[in-house]
């Protein structure tokens, strides 16, 4: 057995999305084979994504009829820039929309929630400086502590997940008023003035709209990508139009659509009524070309959870809580698509 052998071995994986085998993809870093082991070395760019997690296995099945140990490693991602915004950040995602009340923050909150309890490590960053809501919706607890000698802050955890706000650095229902410069300055230190640690995704919750908050963040960190979110009816689709635009200008990649409060099934009658239509999403995502990821029905018990500062560890078995479980992985494998593409971050 030889190291060829192994490649030509492995060079009958096709990569999930995009057709080509994982060898010639670069995936398959190196590999080495010696008496009592076989040590492949390769690439995954998303952690915990479904498609990766696949891709591994099908290696493990590919080399299960050799009579040795098979030693499957995935080094750490280069950082290309030590001296980079946030460099122990492997992703850093934004959810946007373009108008405000679709449920955008739940979505945030809940692919955060569903990607941690992958294993991932995540941090949630609210940059809504207006209506910071997070912290409502992931319970009562302590906020973030100041380091006197580097003049940071450590986040704290809510169920696993890193969490910052400017809703836990004011006091509750006091407005933060603030122009352009401020909002700047502010959310910059929300950001890179942060011990977020070593992450494997960092979702970024922003402020609706196509404002000064975006452009900080497109303009501040390397995102790896962005997610819109938008209700069925046609003026929220209308405002996802221009979200897209606006990521298109930046050139940041839209890893999907998502279209919150799709439908409402009665508890009482068990039928589906479609409070705001029908479709906007999916139509949306199919005239850009983008990844249509889901779509997310009107729950009461979403919003219960939300109000009673109970959203952590709210993850169910129903068909909401699948549904998000399905946007985090169709998140986390456009990611590693992207990256395995080529697109660099």
């Not at 997610?227 to 221009?242: E, I, K, L, M, N």
């Amino acid at each position: 057995m030889t190291p060829d052998e192994i490649y030509t071995r492995l060079a009958r994986i096709e990569d999930p999305k995009l057709g080509n085998d994982i060898v010639s993809l670069g995936v398959v870093d190196d590999v080495t084979v010696e008496p009592d082991v076989v040590r492949v070395r390769v690439t995954l760019h998303a952690p915990y994504a479904p498609d990766e997690e696949w891709i591994a296995e099908r290696i493990r099945e590919e080399l299960s009829d050799i009579d040795r140990e098979i030693d499957l490693t995935v080094p750490p991602l280069p950082v290309s820039d030590a001296e980079r915004p946030l460099p122990s950040v492997k992703n850093i995602i934004a959810v946007s929309s373009g108008k405000g009340g679709v449920g955008k923050t739940t979505v945030a909150v809940n692919t955060a929630q569903a990607l941690a309890e992958r294993g991932a490590r995540v941090g949630l960053l609210d940059a809504d400086l207006y209506g910071p809501n997070v912290p409502r919706m992931l319970g009562d607890g302590d906020g973030p502590t100041l380091n006197d000698e580097t003049e940071t802050l450590t986040p704290p955890e809510r169920g696993g997940i890193k969490v910052m706000s400017l809703g836990f650095l004011v006091p509750e229902k006091e407005a933060a008023v603030m122009r352009g410069p401020m909002i700047d300055s502010t959310l910059e230190r929300l950001l890179v003035d942060v011990e977020w640690g070593e992450l494997d995704y960092l979702i970024v919750d922003l402020p609706p709209g196509t404002g000064d908050a975006q452009l900080t963040l497109c303009q501040t960190v390397p995102l790896t990508g962005a997610v819109v979110v938008t209700t069925p009816q046609a003026v929220s689709t209308d405002d996802a139009h221009r979200a897209l635009h606006m990521f298109g200008e930046q050139s940041i990649p839209v890893l999907g659509i998502v279209e919150n409060m799709s439908g409402f099934t009665c508890p009482s009658c068990g039928d589906t009524h479609d409070l705001f239509g029908r479709g906007g999403g999916k139509t949306v995502a199919e005239e850009y070309d983008l990844p249509f990821l889901g779509s997310v029905p009107i729950d009461p018990e979403i919003r219960e959870t939300a109000d009673d500062d109970a959203h952590v560890g709210t993850l169910g078995e129903d068909d909401t809580d699948e549904a998000f479980r399905d946007i985090a992985g169709d998140i986390a494998n456009g990611i590693g698509t992207l990256r395995r593409r080529g697109v660099p971050n």
